[in-house]
Nanobody
Framework: QVQLVESGGGLVQPGGSLRLSCAASGSIFSALAMGWYRQAPGKERELVAS???????NYADSVKGRFTISRENAKKTVYLQMNSLKFEDTAVYYC?????????WGQGTQVTVSS
C-alpha cells in the first residue's frame, strides 16, 4: 500500500511562490499517474494538476501558467511549484493518484496566501 506525505506549505504574500512535495512509499509509485488536489474551506476538493508515469502534465484552468507539477520516480516524490500565488489559492493541498480508486489521503499541507 502506498502512503503519501505532503509538505512545503506555508504563509505567503500574493505574488509569492511555494514548492510543495509529496513523498510516497511503496514500489508501484513510478507506474502511477499522480495529481495534486486542493480543498478550500467550505468547498469541494478539486484537482489542480496531474502527471502521468511518463511525465505528461495537465492543469486546471485556474492554475495554468502559474503552477508546475513534476516528479522524481527515483525519490518517489511529486512536486508542485506554485508561482504568482493568489488569495484564491489558499487551501489544503493533497497529492494522490490521478484517478479512482484513490490511495489513503495524507494529512495535506496548508497553503495560505495573505497580505
Amino acid at each position: 500500500q502506498v502512503q503519501l506525505v505532503e509538505s512545503g506549505g506555508g504563509l505567503v504574500q500574493p505574488g509569492g511562490s511555494l514548492r510543495l512535495s509529496c513523498a510516497a512509499s511503496g514500489s508501484i509509485f513510478s507506474a502511477l499517474a499522480m495529481g495534486w488536489y486542493r480543498q478550500a474551506p467550505g468547498k469541494e476538493r478539486e484537482l489542480v494538476a496531474s502527471i502521468t508515469s511518463g511525465g505528461s502534465t495537465n492543469y486546471a484552468d485556474s492554475v495554468k501558467g502559474r503552477f508546475t507539477i513534476s516528479r522524481e520516480n527515483a525519490k518517489k516524490t511529486v512536486y508542485l511549484q506554485m508561482n504568482s500565488l493568489k488569495f484564491e489559492d489558499t487551501a489544503v493541498y493533497y497529492c494522490n493518484k490521478h484517478r479512482v480508486p484513490f490511495l489513503d489521503w495524507g494529512q495535506g499541507t496548508q497553503v495560505t496566501v495573505s497580505s
